[in-house]
């Protein structure tokens, strides 16, 4: 490709460089695109195709690591870019120049340069380079999250914005919302990335599993200790450590935990010494923020060291269209599993999906379009090979009836603490652990 029909992304926080590269290129290409923040590359190469992508080692960003550079790199070709990459770098960094080439960028220039020489370097990229950018599709995230609606474009910008730092997060969400394809997306978009991820469903683990397989443990540490064994925290050590269903854990466990995020060290069973850790820390659990700050089911002070920032991942039920979207990659994932690669869906079956809440979320979905390929006659799928879960239509009946069981289990309670404080409704209130309006309330609609 030649220069002149080259379109080129200037990346860097100083504004005289962003001027002084502007002004020489500006007749010598046929677009040239600025951008000062780093952040915004993302949506930048969403929007445009680019040939080439000149990107500056160091910004006074939020990072903070010293190689910012190597971290945008990264991203950029994390997201599908073909574009030539040439990094623009001090003296003093040349090692982390030369560095970048084997991670994906196509040159470097050093600062200050000549300008006859930039132009010599991007024209003879564009000729070993003659593809153009191809970012991916803008419908999916991580080459995994696949959605489009407010709600996910809005998780798609905080992940951006947290990954690349070490604050501990918690994914709250509904069973089957995809809280470990988010913990994973932001081990990926992390500094971290290129070391150890690792999981852990803790709300499976027994109080006696909970230890050795969290701390680990020295031979001889119990009966069948046979071999010193590392635990998790050790494995995870420079990585992340995922931590699912954190709200499952009984308080004895909690407090062990803490003691561990506290003092940044694991002693294993068996063993007197300390080992220092460095992990970066995400949790997750269907429970809402309003139950785990229940001090009787969880303690505060964890949520605390746990809860840095928070992310919800929201319901299907939510994200509008996202369950077409969704259906359309399960057809094409399962369709080559079982040998059905043409399968379309008609338009009933996709009135029926969006008429349905999901109460199963996107792992009933799947179920769901798994079925209907194996059910299915023919290149198309009708509303009839759309069978929902009927485990999901059981336990929302359940829930139903235990609303009412329920409400009769609050109007008792309310009305045995009001009579036990001879009437006294700010000592009702106070007891029950709810604002006198807020019993006032639940008077009025229990009629009592």
Not at 226 to 246: H, K, V
Not at 410 to 419: L, P
Request: proline letters at 2%; charged letters at 25%.
């Amino acid at each position: 490709m030649d220069l002149k029909n080259a379109t080129i992304l200037i990346v860097d926080d100083d504004n005289d460089v962003l001027t002084a590269v502007r002004l020489l290129m500006k007749s010598q290409v046929k677009e040239i695109v600025t951008e000062k923040n780093p952040e915004n590359i993302r949506n930048i190469i969403l929007k445009k195709t680019f040939d080439l992508i000149m990107l500056d080692m160091n910004f006074n960003s939020s990072i903070n690591t010293g190689n910012e550079g190597l971290y945008w790199l990264n991203q950029i070709r994390s997201w599908g870019s073909q574009a030539s990459i040439i990094m623009i770098t001090a003296y003093g960094d040349i090692n982390l120049a030369v560095r970048s080439l084997k991670e994906g960028a196509n040159d470097f220039i050093l600062k200050p340069w000549h300008n006859d020489k930039l132009i010599e370097a991007m024209k003879e990229l564009l000729k070993k380079n003659p593809g153009v950018d191809k970012p991916k599709n803008s419908n999916t995230y991580n080459n995994e999250i696949i959605g489009e609606s407010a709600c996910m474009r809005d998780i798609f910008r905080t992940i951006e914005k947290i990954s690349p730092t070490d604050a501990n997060i918690l994914i709250l969400g509904e069973n089957g919302t995809g809280k470990d394809l988010l913990a994973k997306a932001i081990h990926e978009k992390s500094l971290r990335k290129n070391n150890a991820y690792v999981k852990v469903d803790v709300g499976a683990l027994t109080e006696t599993l909970f230890e050795s397989e969290l701390f680990g443990y020295k031979k001889g540490a119990f009966t069948d200790a046979r071999e010193d064994r590392e635990g998790r925290f050790e494995s995870a050590n420079n990585g992340t450590l995922f931590l699912d269903e954190i709200g499952n854990i009984t308080l004895q466990q909690q407090s062990k935990l803490l003691s561990v995020l506290q003092n940044r060290q694991v002693t294993k069973l068996g063993s007197n010494q300390a080992s220092s850790i460095d992990i970066r820390l995400i949790c997750a659990t269907n429970l809402p923020l309003s139950e785990l700050a229940n001090e009787t089911r969880f303690r505060k002070d964890l949520i605390y060291r746990i809860n840095t920032i928070s992310i919800t991942a929201p319901p299907l039920r939510e994200r509008g269209d996202d369950a077409v979207l969704l259906a359309k990659h399960f057809i094409s994932l399962y369709g080559k599993k079982y040998f059905k690669t043409d399968l379309q869906l008609d338009d009933k079956s996709i009135a029926k999906l969006k008429s349905y809440t999901f109460p199963g979320n996107v792992r009933e979905l799947q179920y769901t379009i798994e079925r209907a390929i194996i059910m299915s006659e023919g290149n198309t799928i009708t509303p009839g090979d759309l069978l929902f879960s009927p485990i999901e239509n059981v336990n929302q009946n359940s829930v139903q009836s235990d609303d009412l069981k329920l409400s009769s289990l609050e109007k008792n309670t309310i009305m045995h603490v009001i009579e036990k404080n001879n009437g006294n409704i700010s000592k009702a209130a106070k007891e029950l652990g709810i604002t006198r309006t807020a019993l006032y309330r639940r008077l009025s609609k229990y009629d009592i």
